[in-house]
């Protein structure tokens, strides 16, 4: 593969694995961050610290953006759209297909050659067999990148549609949230009623959530588990879950968790 120009933009946990991966795969990277001094020991394996982010713009043939959401990306990007035109720019910022759309119109109307892309990985799992990463937006674009994409995680092209990668990808998490929700439901319900949560987990959540994952890819068998017993099941659940004064809403219980870790971080 031959090496390339690549400049990363946004260097939280995603971005510096983004970039070490491509400085691993012999790439010449150039790295950028709101906030100075989040470079780690990526200087001391060859990255250089673009001292302005049209600086990082102009030394590479493609930018690949990480940053927090769409928004972030909308500031950080409009002072320098004049340093983008006639460049690529591949966004591996999470974000809604509406959002990617509209983002495509914007870098379209200056110019910009534009693949959107959502990460199907946790920052360890870069550059390992198992990460995939989605692409939306020209084919022949993405044949064009694909190679050096390749070092971060296999490249998957969803379609030209540039909203794509960001459906397919929330399509993913919605899977993933419901399994994380379900987890956090089914503990809380235990605990609450005096339940020896590491037990449960370890005896019966964890072997029956694995005995469950392949089914549900599966074509049901209605003669097995049919559907007037499965609604009758999940009506059950949830006056359980009332009876110990846990939300019913499966997600209600995660999201109150996780916004009480972020009061607690701030
Ligand atoms: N981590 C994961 O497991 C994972 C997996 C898949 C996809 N992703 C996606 O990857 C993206 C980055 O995730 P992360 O884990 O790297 O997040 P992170 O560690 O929280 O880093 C966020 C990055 O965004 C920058 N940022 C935030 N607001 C900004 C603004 N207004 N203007 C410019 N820069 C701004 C931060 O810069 P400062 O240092 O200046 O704050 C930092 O570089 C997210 O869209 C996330 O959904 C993450």
Known sequence: MNTQRISVLGLGSMGRALAST???????????NRTPGKAGDLRARGAREAPSLEEA??????????????????ETLTPAIGKLTGRTLVNLTSGSARQARELAGWLAKNEVRFLAGGIMAVPPAIGTDEAFILYSGP????????????????????GEDHGYA??????????????IAGVSHATALVDAEGGDVGTFIREVLHPWMKQMLPLMFAEPDPGESNAEMQ???????ISTSQEAGVPGDLTGHLRAALWEMRRAAA
């Open 22 to 32: 491509l400085l691993k795969a012999g790439h010449e990277v150039t790295i950028w």
């Open 166 to 179: 960001a459906l397919y990808d929330m399509g993913a998490l919605s899977g993933m949230y419901g399994m």
């Open 231 to 237: 609604a009758t099941g999940l009506e059950t659940m």
């Open 57 to 74: 713009i102009e030394t590479s043939d493609l930018t690949l953006a990480c940053l927090l959401d769409d928004a972030s990306v909308r």
């Open 139 to 158: 084919r022949d674009l993405f044949d064009h990148v694909a190679p050096v994409l390749a070092s971060l995680a296999r490249p998957h092209w969803v």
